[in-house]
């Protein structure tokens, strides 16, 4: 796993001199109904992304890195529900920017 959260930052820049490739997934907080958590879909965005990356490199040998999961997302229409949590539009572009251009 290439978790750049759980790598020093010289691992990072060894890493990224492989690709330059970095996979920054955006989740959300909202409601799935009475049976699922309100995490359900940053799990599954970080699950694809791990596959997305493992399968990288398993066919070229080279790492793309993972950033650490953003777990807000622009669920506005969900906001009636309990637990929901919503980034306005401008805000979460705003956000992506700052991460990928840093």
Do not use: W
């Amino acid at each position: 796993m290439f978790l750049i959260a759980d790598m020093t930052s010289p691992e990072v820049r060894e890493a990224m001199n492989e690709t330059g490739i970095v996979i920054v997934h955006v989740g959300s907080m909202e409601q799935h109904g009475p049976h699922l958590p309100i995490k359900s879909d940053t799990i599954i965005g970080f699950e694809v992304s791990r596959r997305a990356a493992a399968k990288f490199y398993k066919e070229t040998g080279k790492r793309v890195l993972l950033a650490p999961s953003i777990p807000f997302g622009q669920s506005l229409h969900h906001m009636n529900y309990h637990g929901s949590i919503a980034l306005q539009p401008e805000t979460l572009v705003t956000v992506m920017k700052e991460i990928c251009v840093g």
